[in-house]
């Protein structure tokens, strides 16, 4: 057992329910094949997820809890296996839900490594959606200043011979994320440290910065000028499952 798995797990409400993704309707939707059944799905990443087409691929999805809800739930995460095999690896595409999964992990001291502290120690010193600047940063920890990005445009993973992939125009969205790594910048005026996390719901051997957005030289220019400065950029794999979320692996990323 490694260190990581010694902690506590983030643990579902409710166990996620396996299901099939029929079709991507919408930004905001997915068809479900759930029991036989079709369902429509809220669809937590308005992006697209890699270059790759869904249909066909299993799911998890989280049931809506309460009424008022337009859909059946929320899928949670896709697998490139077929739906008949069996040991599915997941990818967490709930985007919001990740901020979840890294507060828990603040707090049980499984992410020590990036913001300082004992490794396994409880902290009560978490506070989320802190103002910095003009951009409120997901969290502060003790005086870490800490912002998480869940990148999917960019999936690396092997991708097996029965998934299709689609041709997707360059990823041009980068300007929050800009905005966000400036402001982590400038909080080391003030003898703060500064870190980006990158949030990983699945075993990505190591994130890279690819050429595939319109405005790449941008962003490249302003990750080296925030690292000179002493933004400090990690990485965290997450292991998603029916039952919850496990920390996997937590390593700095070198730009």
Same mark, same amino acid.
């Given at each position: 057992?490694?260190?990581?798995?010694?902690?506590?797990?983030?643990? &579902? =409400?409710?166990? @996620?329910? %396996?299901?099939?993704?029929?079709?991507?309707?919408?930004?905001?939707?997915?068809?479900?094949?759930?029991?036989?059944?079709?369902?429509? &799905? /809220?669809?937590?990443?308005?992006?697209?997820? !890699?270059?790759?087409?869904?249909? !066909?691929?299993?799911?998890? =999805?989280?049931?809506?809890?309460?009424?008022?809800?337009?859909?059946?739930?929320?899928?949670?995460?896709?697998?490139?296996?077929?739906?008949?095999?069996?040991?599915?690896?997941?990818?967490?595409?709930?985007?919001?839900?990740?901020?979840?999964?890294? %507060?828990?992990?603040?707090?049980?001291?499984?992410?020590?490594?990036?913001?300082?502290?004992?490794?396994?120690?409880?902290?009560?010193?978490?506070?989320?959606? =802190?103002?910095?600047?003009?951009?409120?940063?997901? $969290?502060?920890?003790?005086?870490? &200043? @800490?912002?998480? +990005?869940?990148?999917?445009?960019?999936?690396?993973?092997?991708?097996?011979?029965?998934?299709?992939?689609?041709?997707?125009?360059? $990823?041009?969205?980068?300007?929050?994320?800009?905005? /966000?790594?400036?402001?982590?910048?400038?909080?080391?005026?003030? /003898?703060?440290?500064? =870190? @980006? @996390?990158?949030?990983?719901?699945?075993?990505?051997?190591? $994130?890279?910065?690819?050429?595939?957005?319109?405005?790449?030289?941008?962003? +490249?220019?302003?990750?080296?000028?925030?690292?000179?400065?002493?933004?400090?950029?990690?990485?965290?794999?997450?292991?998603?499952?029916?039952?919850?979320?496990?920390?996997?692996?937590?390593?700095?990323?070198? &730009?």
């Amino acid at each position: 057992m490694s260190a990581y798995e010694a902690l506590p797990a983030f643990e &579902f =409400v409710e166990p @996620l329910r %396996e299901g099939v993704v029929v079709r991507r309707k919408s930004q905001f939707t997915m068809a479900v094949n759930l029991g036989g059944e079709e369902l429509a &799905f /809220h669809c937590p990443t308005t992006g697209r997820i !890699g270059n790759l087409d869904v249909a !066909g691929r299993p799911c998890l =999805v989280s049931m809506a809890r309460g009424e008022g809800r337009k859909t059946a739930g929320t899928v949670e995460a896709v697998s490139l296996a077929r739906p008949e095999d069996a040991g599915k690896d997941w990818i967490g595409i709930n985007q919001n839900a990740a901020n979840r999964y890294v %507060e828990h992990y603040l707090r049980c001291g499984g992410l020590a490594q990036a913001v300082g502290g004992a490794f396994g120690e409880p902290r009560d010193d978490v506070r989320r959606e =802190v103002f910095l600047g003009e951009s409120k940063l997901d $969290f502060l920890v003790g005086d870490t &200043f @800490l912002e998480v +990005k869940t990148p999917l445009q960019h999936l690396q993973v092997d991708v097996p011979e029965w998934v299709r992939i689609k041709k997707a125009a360059p $990823f041009s969205s980068t300007g929050r994320m800009q905005r /966000h790594v400036g402001e982590l910048a400038k909080s080391l005026a003030d /003898h703060q440290r500064a =870190v @980006l @996390l990158i949030c990983c719901v699945y075993d990505n051997p190591g $994130f890279e910065l690819v050429e595939r957005s319109t405005n790449y030289d941008e962003v +490249k220019a302003t990750m080296d000028v925030s690292v000179e400065r002493g933004v400090e950029v990690w990485q965290a794999n997450f292991r998603i499952m029916p039952d919850g979320v496990m920390l996997q692996k937590v390593m700095p990323v070198a &730009f």
